[in-house]
């Protein structure tokens, strides 16, 4: 039978205002023309269904087509529903699930009318549920995070299920109320998901890492920073949907406290966005700015990467402004889910692409610090080819980075960094990342603060890929991966560091040391630093400490104190592409109370020491004990005393070398050293890293 299509079409539409299956059942057999190719005789065009839960709310104009050649043509809008109780829709095509059950949209003008059918889930009964995490295998002190899926009778997921957690046994591994896992000791614990009386559980295997003994010396270990957790704040206010087009500053500056903003994922919203203050503290509610996808994105503990990036919405600096900036004093901001980017048609130098508190003058109290910041499951990233100094500055307070992907923070000539700090007091947590940057990837210090006596510390790096892509070699400058110059009370630990050479330096992974860099920082030090169950390879050197750096006559607050380098695995040194300075080990200008002990430290090609001292005296108080170490040509070397243990005549204080193993052939000078032909010997002899508790703590952390 021969369909009269158009009349079929203006029957659908009266049909509309009935049931949806009157409509469904007219439509003819044929793909209808989409309605941008509609003249003004032709009146319906039926979009693909909608569904939503109970209470949930969708912005039609994304998926109406009417709404589009509205727009270009400038016509005003109508909507209604054909059945209220079922969905409503406000003036501006905003449709909310009443109850469940299926009824059309419509939306039309004088001359055109687009019928949007809806489907309206009602809540569903709990059946199971299944507990999934990032990870299963963790060491004591690390995390991962559990998520949970309630499914009803018929397999559907149930949304909107608030779950509760409970570890089997508290002593092996604690959870949280948001399903953050930190193990405490070896074992095997059931993590229990619970919501509606139905449960599921995940097993959360805790493999013990093995601490070194207390070195034999009365000298002082680090300091622990003070670390910080957050949970995902609850909407207690209102939900701001906003659109392509809309003026995202002006929402920004109206939201309250308790308000969520969410962004449509795919839309640019181009210039520079301040974050601005509001009454109270994130204690009277939280802003969250959240992507309208962010149920597709990965939960919370598991990173994204540039992969998601059709999930998020973009925030574009299309000068050198930052994308996202802070206001003085502004604090309780969640950014969830949002792409953040540098226009790549800009050719001008950016200076900064979020920048979190001020690192000049027009921050001088801590009154006027930023704080409670999160950036949760954030992919912000310079362009391939444009110069970007920094991805993001971190001069604020209590400042979370976490499961995010910092990528192309280069330039060429000038230092760069994917994180650097210098003017913000902490606390930080940097979890969970992969921070690709190549100045250094990782700075803290540099820059004189603004802010009297200000040393940004109580800082948590854990479980981040800190790397330098070997193809930027030549392009952008390189330095290093790690560096201090003012900073205390350092965690760094379940890390992989990748890639360094030399450069704009000598290629070392970690750059250890105090300066006042232009004068005004006569408070500034270096203290409390522990290192500890990282990998770190591909480096033209390992670790350079300097108690000050050598070429900087300002005064300073006091020499690097309290360094603690145990259990990592350093591995590829001067090879390949990665040559550099060709030492394990380099230490100078007198750096305080330093301890490296069980750590195996290798380098296959040309090594001229495994550890160098550069100075007299080089440390006040300094232990090297259980390592594996490649010999290399000189091994333990000082230009004063020579070859060998006679060197330890470089330190002072309190000196500790035993039970040290290095692999190559015998040496005379070392009585109280052990050597071996290659890396297996030397790991049967139990000295070096834990390997399998190294391998625990950085399980799934390599994501390029």
């Known amino acids: 039978m021969k369909h009269d299509v158009r009349a079929l079409r203006i029957a659908c539409t009266m049909a509309a205002l009935g049931t949806l299956a009157a409509c469904d059942a007219m439509q003819p057999p044929t793909v209808r023309e989409p309605l941008l190719d509609f003249d003004a005789s032709q009146v319906v065009v039926v979009s693909p269904t909608q569904t939503l839960s109970v209470g949930d709310s969708r912005d039609l104009n994304a998926v109406s087509k009417l709404s589009k050649v509205a727009a270009k043509e400038g016509w005003v809008v109508n909507w209604k529903s054909a059945a209220g109780t079922v969905v409503s829709v406000s003036a501006r095509g905003v449709a909310t699930g009443r109850s469940g059950g299926s009824a059309a949209v419509i939306a039309y003008t004088t001359k055109h009318t687009d019928t949007i059918p809806v489907k309206v889930i009602a809540s569903q009964t709990v059946a199971s549920v299944t507990v999934a995490a990032g990870v299963t295998t963790i060491a004591p002190g690390a995390t991962t995070t559990v998520t949970a899926v309630a499914r009803d009778a018929g397999g559907a997921i149930v949304p909107g299920v608030a779950f509760s957690f409970a570890s089997s046994n508290s002593a092996v591994a604690t959870v949280t109320a948001a399903g953050l896992v930190t193990g405490v000791a070896a074992g095997t614990v059931a993590i229990k998901a619970t919501a509606s ?226 003017n913000g ?58 560096e201090t110059k003012n900073v205390q009370r350092v965690l760094i630990e379940g890390n992989v560091f990748d890639g360094s050479w030399q450069d704009g330096q000598v290629g070392y992974a970690f750059v250890l040391k105090v300066a006042n860099q232009s004068g005004a920082c006569t408070w500034c030090t270096a203290t409390d630093i522990t290192i500890r169950n990282n990998i770190i390879r591909n480096a033209g050197a390992g670790f350079g400490i300097t108690g000050r750096e050598g070429s900087n006559t300002y005064p300073i607050g006091g020499l690097l104190n309290r360094l603690l380098i145990e259990q990592n695995i350093v591995e590829n040194i001067n090879t390949g592409i ?33 550890v160098n001292v550069a100075s007299v005296p080089a440390a006040t108080n300094f232990a090297y004990e259980n390592n594996l170490v490649s010999y290399g040509q000189y091994g333990f070397f000082s230009s004063w005393y020579g070859i060998g243990e006679s060197s330890l005549k470089a330190f002072s204080g309190t000196v500790v070398w035993k039970n040290v193993v290095m692999i190559g052939a015998f040496q005379s000078g070392y009585p109280n050293g052990t050597f071996v032909s290659s890396l297996s010997a030397g790991q049967s002899t139990g000295k070096g890293a834990n390997t399998a508790g190294v391998l625990a703590a950085t399980q799934g952390i390599i994501i390029p």
Request: one cysteine or more; a positive charge.
């Open 578 to 610: 990665y040559t550099g300075d060709a030492r394990l080990v380099s230490i100078m200008q007198n750096a305080q109370n330093v301890t490296i002990r069980s750590n195996t430290m290798t380098a296959p090609g040309a090594l001229n020491q495994f």
């Open 197 to 422: 009386g139905v449960s599921g559980q995940v097993s959360i295997t805790v493999q013990s890492v093995i601490t070194s003994p207390p070195p034999s010396s009365s000298f002082a270990l680090p300091a622990l920073p003070q670390t910080i957790s957050v949970s995902y704040p609850q909407v207690t206010g209102k939900s701001w949907l906003v659109k392509a087009g809309d003026n995202l500053q002006s929402i920004l500056n109206q939201a309250q406290r308790g308000d969520e903003i969410v962004l449509p994922a795919g839309a640019t919203f181009t210039g520079s966005f301040v974050l601005p203050a509001k009454s109270g503290t994130s204690a009277n509610g939280w802003i969250v700015i959240r992507s309208d996808r962010q149920s597709s994105l990965p939960p919370r503990g598991t990173r994204v990467t540039p992969a998601h990036a059709a999930l998020m919405p973009k925030l574009m600096a299309n000068t050198v402004a930052p994308a996202l900036m802070t206001a003085a004093a502004t604090s309780g901001w969640w950014i969830s889910g949002v792409e953040m980017l540098v226009d790549p048609r800009l050719t001008a130098i950016h200076y900064g692409l979020v920048t979190l508190g001020e690192g000049s003058s027009k921050q001088t109290s801590l009154s006027s610090v930023p704080f409670d910041l999160v950036l949760d499951r954030t992919y912000i990233h310079g362009a391939t080819n444009g110069q970007l100094i920094r991805c993001v500055a971190l001069n604020s307070a209590r400042t979370v980075i976490e499961d995010s992907y910092l990528q192309d923070c280069h330039a060429k000539g000038y230092d760069t960094q994917a994180i650097a700090g210098w």
């Open 425 to 482: 007091p902490g606390p930080y947590r940097i979890v969970n990342n992969t921070l690709a940057g190549a100045g250094e990837n990782i700075m803290f210090g540099g820059g004189d603060p603004g802010i009297p006596n200000l040393v940004p510390g109580d800082i948590e790096i854990r479980r981040n890929y800190v790397y330098t892509p070997a193809g930027w070699k030549g392009v952008w400058t390189k330095k290093n991966l790690f």
